[in-house]
């Protein structure tokens, strides 16, 4: 039976209203779960209950009392299922309802989420607002809610008992030396009557004496039990200190102490047990007894097992899941573990996996990722290697043992092996590639975030040199990848707090030797690694999509500062500036609008301006991501194609681009830098100068750092110049000091 006393307010429970009709619904018909199930749906699950439960109650309840106890209970469970907006916390209550009537005995709980398991979703149904599997879902959540009450509630309860119980040994021992036979009495009472296990034995171990509860606890006769020693009772699942507190107890260092212990059960099953073990003394304070109190826990425990296992490994694979992963990295990376300790970590990511997501849908990418986690966990082969999924299409493997940096690659190898072979699915042959991060090193060196920030790294340096591979962990390679995502985190504080600047570079009329504009370079001032070269930001600017405001920042500052050259009058001839455009900015809709703005506010006729795109931006461009350029153009705004000559175009192609100017690449030139000139540096430039001049295009020359440099590009027809040979890029007010004579070699 559940349990000896008898439940005789059974009428505290709500009872269901009289007069239930038709379910109530909200909004677009779904159920209101403030609205009464149906009576007959109610009382129909909640007979069903009864009849599946009232054989192991204890209550003093009749049957069709107990059913009228179950109908509140019944529609509490029923209005959880069918809510929108899902919370199991109410079941909890069902479950401590269920306890206070008395449905406590071991064979309970089973049969009462049997019942619910069977029959609650067909006699309540959530109608059609739930899909079946979420329906079924729904009810495994109430299912663990009521067994959690259940648990909650019945502990409680145990405590109490157990606190009564202890309170009344004691009073029996104190008792003993006055009227030994009352005390006797009224021990053997409450040690007979109670619910839980009790056993007393003496201080050398040997079992004296045990109640019936605690004989069906174990599933043998008493005579089996008394008579043992204590020490018998040893289960390899028994926690390091259990036997420890044990031995201080019978040395009466310690009176008491509690733990969660395992038995074996007479036909070899395992019992959990919430034990409590108290010592009792004699008059003179030496150990007498020990008096053990014990409730069984089995089925708290294997649910609580299975929670567990739900909650640490991955739905979709079985493999472990994220939290689990990182318990075992912790233990991996624990200092304690000593300095010889050493760890391997792959990082694994799957090549192009949005695209079958994307194109194929991702039911199929579902199953793709179930074949490859299979062959993933076959590939871990030793006890101290553990796969598991961190989530999407990334797997982690984690290594610990003295040969773990080498049997991390060779773990990675393996992966990308079992991975070569393509997967079926659906009558289709997916090929799977993956990049791997591998992280090796000592305890107490890294922490869980470094490492697998650094794997991380590491496996995006393998994607980014093709694919399919492994790569190692590299300290530079990591502090270069986090020092761009520090500049990435400043960039757009920066330009709020104008850290940019603008350097200027003159351009020099190839023969006069005049200054005829300057190049505006911007600069990144910043607080900690000082003056930034635009290679060392702009690329960042480009990703978060900051070049934008950023580039129209050095757009208005240059036209202010071109607008302050000509209005001074200092320069002796009018300075034009040239102005780089990013990809970005070229695809920006408001580019032609932004631009004729900036030229009205600063004052600035459009032939002061020119605006310079690189090749590798215009190549393959259509006549529809040309137009701005032309609109531009059309307004009298110079077009210079920049780094001519590193886009591999067909030299044809220039017939139909918008440009005014070619800024033919350093790299063609730097065999003029000395004499004699590189023979064919100079018949490649010329016949380039000779195209554009045809074309009625200027040409300008980037990177001329000798007079023997400029002196081969005047006499092969170069237009214009820069490069350190005339100045370094510098502050604007310098522009207008140069002349003839800082020409000439």
Not at 127 to 145: K, N, V, W, Y
Not at 429 to 452: F, H, K, N, Q
Request: aromatic fraction near 6%.
């Amino acid at each position: 039976m559940c349990g000896e006393g008898r439940n005789t307010g059974a009428g505290e429970e709500p009872r269901a209203p009289d007069g239930q009709g038709e379910a109530r619904t909200g909004p677009a018909g779904a159920p209101d779960p403030d609205a009464p199930l149906g009576e007959e749906c109610v009382q129909a699950f909640a007979a069903v209950w009864s009849r599946a439960v009232y054989p192991a109650t204890a209550t003093s309840m009749t049957r069709a009392e107990f059913e009228r106890y179950l109908v509140p209970l019944a529609e509490r469970l029923g209005r959880a299922l069918r809510a929108p907006a899902f919370d199991p916390a109410p079941a909890a209550e069902t479950g401590a309802a269920l306890v206070r009537a008395h449905c406590t005995d071991p064979d309970a709980l089973p049969l009462i989420l049997g019942a619910i398991d069977s029959h609650l979703v067909s006699h309540c149904p959530p109608g059609d607002a739930l899909s079946a599997e979420e329906a079924r879902a729904r009810c495994t959540s109430l299912q663990h809610a009521v067994a959690a009450g259940f648990a909650r509630a019945l502990r409680e309860r145990t405590l109490v008992e157990q606190e009564a119980l202890s309170r009344a040994a004691l009073a029996a021992q104190a008792e003993t030396e006055k009227a030994l036979h009352t005390s006797e009495a009224r021990f053997r009472a409450v040690f007979e009557g109670a619910a839980i296990g009790v056993g007393i034995a003496d201080v050398d171990g040997r079992i004296m004496d045990v109640n019936d509860a605690l004989v069906r606890m174990f599933g043998s006769m008493a005579h089996d039990v008394t008579g043992r020693n204590v020490g018998e009772w040893v289960h390899p699942d028994d926690s390091p200190e259990v036997w420890g507190l044990y031995r201080e107890l019978i040395r009466g260092d310690r009176d008491y102490y509690r733990v969660e212990k395992p038995y074996y059960r007479s036909d070899g099953s395992v019992l959990w047990t919430d034990l409590s073990v108290a010592l009792l003394r004699d008059a003179n304070g030496r150990p007498q007894y020990q008096l053990a109190l014990m409730e069984d826990i089995t089925e708290r425990r294997l649910l609580h097992e299975r929670l567990r296992y739900e909650a640490t490994h991955d739905a979709l694979t079985g493999l472990p899941n994220r939290t689990l992963f990182f318990e075992a990295l912790d233990r991996a990376l624990d200092p304690e573990r000593g300095a010889a300790a050493r760890f391997g970590l792959c990082y694994l990511d799957l090549d192009g996996f949005k695209a079958v997501n994307d194109s194929l849908g991702h039911a199929v990418g579902d199953q793709l990722l179930v074949a490859v986690a299979e062959r993933l966990r076959s590939c871990a082969t030793g006890p101290d290697e553990i796969i598991a999924r961190l989530g999407g299409d990334e797997f982690v493997a984690l290594l610990t043992g003295p040969r773990a940096p080498s049997d991390a690659t060779a773990l990675a190898r393996r992966m990308l092996t079992a991975l070569a072979e393509p997967v079926h699915v659906e009558n289709r042959d997916l090929s799977v590639r993956a990049s791997i991060g591998i992280v090796d090193g000592g305890t107490g060196e890294l922490g869980p975030a470094e490492v697998l920030r650094s794997a991380d790294i590491t496996m995006y340096r393998a994607k980014a040199a093709g694919g399919n591979r492994y790569e190692l962990a590299d300290a530079d390679s990591d502090a270069r990848v986090i020092a761009r995502h520090s500049l990435t985190n400043c960039l757009p504080g920066a330009l709020e707090n104008g850290e940019f600047f603008i350097e200027y570079q003159p351009l020099v009329r190839l023969s006069d030797g005049t200054v005829r504009g300057a190049e505006a370079l911007v600069r990144w001032l910043h607080p900690l690694h000082g003056v930034l070269g635009p290679d060392q930001f702009i690329p960042l600017a480009e990703s978060t999509g900051l070049i934008v405001p950023l580039g129209r920042w050095v757009l208005e500052e240059s036209a202010r500062q071109a607008r302050a050259w000509r209005s001074e009058g200092k320069c002796l001839a009018p300075m034009r500036v040239n102005v780089n455009l990013s990809p970005s900015q070229l695809r920006y809709p408001s580019l032609v609008a932004d631009t004729v703005a900036v030229l009205e506010n600063a004052g600035l006729a459009p032939s002061a301006l020119c605006l310079e795109v690189t090749e590798n931006a215009l190549i393959g461009a259509d006549e529809e991501e040309l137009r701005p350029l032309r609109q531009l153009a059309d307004m009298g705004v110079d077009i210079a194609l920049d780094d001519f000559g590193t886009g591999y175009s067909n030299l044809s192609y220039l017939r139909r681009l918008p440009v005014s100017t070619l800024k033919l690449d350093r790299s063609f030139t730097r065999g003029m830098q000395r004499a004699p000139a590189d023979p064919v540096d100079v018949k490649i430039v010329e016949g380039i100068v000779s195209l554009a001049h045809t074309l009625d295009l200027s040409v300008t020359v980037e990177g001329v750092e000798t007079g023997t440099q400029a002196d081969h590009l005047r006499v092969l027809g170069c237009d214009t110049a820069q490069g350190w040979y005339y100045a370094r890029p510098g502050p604007p007010e310098r522009l207008c000091t140069l002349s003839l004579v800082d020409a000439v070699p």
